[in-house]
């Protein structure tokens, strides 16, 4: 098990970037693939980014590839996903979570964050 949490949300205009940090207690972090999922109004959760735990290794969903960047920095125990060319529809609540294995999957996620909000205005 480990606990994370996640900051760096707020609001921003339609173009702009963000970068969001997901710190992970425990020095069992350091082998997790962590990853980073969304969840708009009325949609549901949907994948984003992971990274493998020795960092690596990167997937990215198809609506972000080439906007955000996903790496660790595993003397922090923080994984960072960096959002450029935001678009309105980037707005969500954004998760970090954990899972012993590089897969895309929301039930294959056990160890959540609270979410930080993300808002991209026009």
């Given at each position: 098990q480990v606990q994370l949490v996640e900051s760096g949300g707020g609001s921003v205009q339609a173009g702009d970037s963000l970068r969001l940090s997901c710190e992970g207690s425990g020095r069992a972090f350091s082998v997790y693939y962590v990853a980073w999922f969304r969840q708009a109004p009325g949609k549901e959760r949907e994948f984003v980014a992971v990274i493998s735990w020795y960092g690596s290794d990167t997937y990215y969903a198809d609506?972000?590839?080439?906007?955000?960047?996903?790496?660790?920095?595993?003397?922090?125990?923080?994984?960072?996903?960096?959002?450029?060319?935001?678009?309105?529809?980037?707005t969500?609540?954004?998760?970090?979570?954990?899972?012993?294995?590089?897969?895309?999957?929301?039930?294959?996620?056990?160890?959540?964050g609270q979410g930080t909000q993300v808002t991209v205005f026009s």
């Open positions: 609506s972000v590839k080439g906007r955000f960047t996903i790496s660790r920095d595993s003397g922090k125990n923080t994984v960072y996903l960096q959002l450029n060319s935001l678009k309105i529809e980037d969500a609540i954004y998760y970090c979570a954990a899972t012993r294995s590089l897969v895309t999957e929301v039930d294959r996620y056990a160890n959540w």
